[in-house]
């Protein structure tokens, strides 16, 4: 078997949805045996239409990593990681006086501060409720994740702060411009993927993973070949082994003409073969683009 574990936003596209080119080279990649898998920091009924896009059969990652829900069967979890509702207060109260916005994610659900127009009306839209009752830096329920969103300055600099004072009782990673994700211990795309094919019993022989931001790191280390974007940050490039063209350019259209054009040779080091190009982490080669 061989699979393609891919990130959404920045790199399977650029909008809300996945244009038809990109659906297209999707549909050769399974035709020549890949199965595609998606690792997203959404909720699943944000990520399901970009699961049924590209017509992945297999569960999903989300909540970057701290749910793996197969949506075969409906809304249920393949596998799951909380963060105790006492951790989440005192995370809760280091950013309470910040301008950032912060989320609480239950299952299916989001909590946010009463005034938090935009998370209400983003998350309406897709029919996830929400909910606006978080008054003050407390939790009624253990949630999956935490996310402040805002100033990316003041992302970092919470993040920062937030890393030392929870000395390993959460990760804390960007998620994006501006999205600061604090997750359960040990929880990552990575050790989602990780814990899938122990428990699922898939027999992989090759694992591509395309990601573009720092939360996609521990997904790349997973890979036998690791891809990003020439957008992304220069973390995440010197843990990629292929940089593409950025998602707004359909860059992902490249990764699919790659797959095809090497064949059972990932993980080789050689693109194709008798071409002289190589490819390793750390010093990628880049398609489509020369690069910066």
């Not at 035709?31 to 920091?41: D, Q």
């Not at 049924?52 to 075969?72: C, F, H, K, N, T």
């Not at 009463?114 to 329920?141: C, I, K, M, W, Y």
């Amino acid at each position: 078997m061989k699979l393609l574990v891919t990130d959404i936003d920045g790199t399977l596209t650029a909008e809300n949805s996945v244009p038809g080119p990109v659906i297209e080279a999707c549909g050769r990649l399974r035709r020549a045996g890949w199965r595609l898998m998606i690792a997203t920091g959404r909720i699943w009924a944000s990520a399901r239409p970009f699961a049924e896009a590209i017509a992945s059969d297999l569960p999903a990652i989300v909540y970057d990593g701290a749910r793996i829900m197969d949506g075969r069967g409906g809304k249920a979890p393949f596998r799951e990681w909380r963060i105790s509702s006492r951790v989440a207060g005192e995370i809760l109260s280091m950013g309470w006086e910040s301008s950032l916005l912060v989320q609480a994610y239950g299952d299916e659900e989001v909590t946010c501060r009463p005034s938090d127009e935009v998370t209400r009306r983003f998350f309406r839209s897709l029919g996830v409720v929400v909910r606006p009752d978080l008054a003050s830096p407390r939790l009624s329920f253990n949630p999956y994740r935490i996310i402040y969103y805002g100033d990316p300055v003041e992302a970092r600099e919470l993040g920062k702060r937030i890393k030392i004072s929870m000395k390993g009782r959460v990760e804390v990673t960007l998620a994006g411009e501006g999205f600061l994700d604090i997750l359960p211990p040990g929880v990552s795309k990575g050790a989602a993927l990780r814990a899938f094919l122990e428990d699922s019993g898939l027999k992989v022989g090759r694992i591509v993973a395309a990601g573009d931001h720092l939360n996609d790191v521990g997904l790349l280390r997973e890979a036998d070949l690791a891809v990003t974007f020439r957008d992304a940050p220069k973390e995440v490039i010197e843990s990629a082994h292929l940089v593409l063209p950025p998602a707004s350019s359909m860059g992902f259209i490249e990764l699919c003409s790659f797959l095809e054009e090497s064949g059972d040779e990932i993980g080789s080091d050689s693109f194709p073969t008798g071409t002289g190009l190589t490819y390793r982490r750390g010093c990628p080669l880049h398609l489509g683009t020369s690069p910066a």
